[in-house]
């Protein structure tokens, strides 16, 4: 398994202000994953983070916006930027741990970010 | 397009009975399917899977069924304890994607009544 420290666990932003969202790992993983789940949706895939290389990012999320840093293989960090009341949702950030069959998800405990 | 659906958001069951969590998927090339469980202020863990080459798992008291000529899937959970009050989300991925990805539904909220 894997354990995955994330925080902040909760916070209430201004908006037009920016929020980092911290990710530790407690072994080396390849690749990294922030989810976004917003009031009465899905866990959305934000981007898959690799150590080493920029972040790759789904359909509707950018750079500018959900800029991500990989600086080793335990951590990586999502920010929020120039929030406005939309981005209020939980962030997560998982890991794939490799089964025989299948991979496996771990997640972090979430950060619930409130924009006002 | 959501491709993994949970239409209902929530269910309330009585201890001891049966819960019946129901998902459906439309993407005919998942063939990896997951359930987590989601406890508030707490993020998603691994609660059971299946393949697409089985059609039944079991793991103590959940079952998940596989129905691939319906795209459905199902978690049964018996008997239901109140400590399995919180949301499930089912989950789909598919080998051919290359890189790891999980697509989720939205999420079903149980309610186990003491």
């Known amino acids: 398994s894997a354990v995955i420290s994330q925080k902040p666990s909760r916070d209430i932003c201004q908006r037009g202000t920016s929020l980092t969202i911290q990710c530790q790992v407690d072994?080396?993983?390849?690749?990294m994953f922030w989810y976004r789940q917003q009031p009465g949706q899905s866990l959305t895939l934000i981007a898959t983070?690799?150590?080493?290389?920029?972040?790759?990012?789904e359909s509707g999320f950018v750079i500018d916006k959900f800029p991500i840093s990989r600086p080793n293989l335990t951590f990586s960090t999502l920010t929020v930027s120039n929030m406005s009341p939309e981005d209020s949702s939980i962030y997560l950030c998982?890991?794939?741990?490799?089964?025989?069959?299948?991979?496996?998800?771990?997640f972090g405990q979430g950060t619930r970010l409130t924009v006002v | 397009d959501q491709q993994v659906k949970q239409n209902s958001p929530s269910l309330s069951v009585q201890e001891g009975r049966i819960s019946i969590l129901n998902c459906d998927y439309t993407n005919s090339m998942f063939d990896y399917f997951l359930w987590y469980k989601k406890y508030p202020a707490e993020g998603p863990t691994f609660l059971i899977s299946?393949?697409?080459?089985?059609d039944k798992n079991e793991d103590g008291r959940f079952t998940v069924f596989l129905n691939k000529s319906a795209k459905h899937l199902s978690l049964h959970i018996v008997p239901s304890q109140p400590g399995d009050s919180a949301v499930y989300f089912c989950a789909a991925s598919y080998s051919g994607a290359g890189s790891y990805q999980l697509t989720f539904g939205k999420g079903t909220k149980l309610s186990v009544i003491p």
């Open positions: 072994s080396q993983v390849t690749m």
């Open positions: 998982s890991v794939e741990v490799a089964r025989r069959l299948y991979s496996e998800a771990f």
């Open positions: 299946i393949s697409s080459i089985k």
């Open positions: 983070a690799n150590q080493g290389s920029e972040a790759t990012y």
